[in-house]
Nanobody, 122 residues
Framework: QVQLVESGGGLVQAGGSLRLSCAAS????????MGWFRQAPGKEREFVAT????????YYAHSVKGRFTISRDNAKNTVYLQMNSLKPEDTAEYCC???????????????WGQGTQVTVSS
């Protein structure tokens, strides 16, 4: 069982930056691939980024590539999402997830956090 708790969301102006954190419980954090997803009001949850257990492999959604960076610190059981050059269309609830493999599909992830709200004003 893995419990995930996100933090770092908030209100930011367009062009600004935020760093989200996702703290995980358990002693097997490094064995899990981690992902970030987001859901805007009235829309389906969508993939943002994923990172392998060792941190050597990352993959991004086209809409955030070059602006967002996913990373992890296995000693701290934490995965991060650095978000730069934020746009109003990035406004959503952001959730982290843990699974056995890196993937874009929501069904590949076994554990989910509660989410943290990111609002980007124009």
């Amino acid at each position: 069982q893995v419990q995930l708790v996100e933090s770092g969301g908030g209100l930011v102006q367009a062009g600004g930056s935020l760093r989200l954190s996702c703290a995980a419980s358990g002693r097997t954090f490094s064995s899990y691939a981690m992902g970030w997803f987001r859901q805007a009001p009235g829309k389906e949850r969508e993939f943002v980024a994923t990172i392998s257990g060792t941190g050597t492999y990352t993959y991004y959604a086209h809409s955030v590539k070059g602006r967002f960076t996913i990373s992890r610190d296995n000693a701290k059981n934490t995965v991060y999402l650095q978000m730069n050059s934020l746009k109003p269309e990035d406004t959503a609830e952001y959730c982290c997830a843990a699974g056995k493999v890196t993937a874009q599909a929501r069904g590949a992830y076994d554990y989910w956090g509660q989410g943290t709200q990111v609002t980007v004003s124009s």
